[in-house]
């Protein structure tokens, strides 16, 4: 049904996954030995199925074919495992400059509490974690955080906790226990994030919100919201991860004004 193909830029590593109807490959040990003749630089070759007529391209059931069934790739000074259905910014030239951005906007602490919320692989929160005292990671991608945990205890990183949920429903579970939280990054798909999301973080009183967009559109109508919630726009700068092309990731500051 389709090929992805994922290329880690520093490490040079590649993973080929091919995406099938069912998990019958007749085959499959004469294609990988015909697939590495041609080019024998792939690290891993991963088989996932996806039965289902959707335009999700990916299926949950996952065979790996040839390798280790994931690459490496370094960003930040971090080395992170990307498996076939873990987030991955594409351009991780331009994302070092978007991460050390976000960081710049956050203003971190040593003795700062941080949320990353929609966190993927952790990405976000571990370069936070070299600035702040704690960083909680929280993703509803089961792939993602497995993969997070795996590279927190690669960069021997120990103060970044990964939770396994909906990032709305954490929060609001945060506001019933009062958590205090100094920071919080957010980097949602490009739907954007929601209002009771929003209604969590203003419950919780978190001065520092920075909001990381890849969907200008949502982007305005969330900031919205936050203005709403008494939040002030202190700052935003786009960064071009995608160039020739009309997409662009974006980075706000907001801060929490008192009333």
Do not use: W
Request: aromatic residues 10%; glycine residues 4%.
């Amino acid at each position: 049904k389709h090929v992805l193909v994922r290329y880690g830029f520093s490490t040079k590593e590649i993973m080929v996954v091919m995406v099938t109807e069912s998990d019958f490959f007749p085959g499959r040990n004469n294609f990988v030995k015909d697939l590495l003749k041609l080019e024998p630089k792939i690290t891993t070759i991963v088989q996932n199925i996806q039965s289902r007529d959707t335009s999700i391209v990916l299926g949950t059931k996952e065979r790996v074919l040839y390798g280790k069934g994931y690459i490496t790739d370094k960003l930040c000074g971090l080395t992170f495992k990307l498996s076939a259905r873990s987030f991955y910014q594409i351009n991780p030239v331009q994302t070092e400059k978007l991460y050390n951005l976000a960081m710049d906007f956050a203003n971190l602490r040593s003795d700062n509490v941080v949320i990353d919320a929609y966190s993927g692989i952790g990405t976000i929160g571990m370069v936070a974690s070299k600035k702040a005292k704690k960083v909680i990671c929280v993703e509803n991608n089961q792939d993602a955080v497995k993969d997070a945990r795996f590279n927190a205890k690669m960069n021997n990183i120990n103060n970044v906790d990964f939770y396994l949920q909906d990032s709305t429903k954490f929060l609001n579970d945060l506001v019933i226990s009062k958590a205090k939280i100094d920071c919080l990054f957010l980097d949602p798909p490009r739907t954007g994030t929601t209002y009771n999301f929003i209604s969590a973080i203003s419950k919780m009183k978190i001065k520092r919100v920075v909001y990381v967009s890849c969907g200008p559109d949502t982007l305005a109508r969330d900031l919205k919201i936050f203005q709403d919630f008494g939040y002030e726009i202190i700052k935003a700068k786009a960064v071009d991860l995608f160039p020739k092309t009309n997409h662009v990731e974006c980075v706000v500051l907001l801060s929490r004004t008192e009333k």
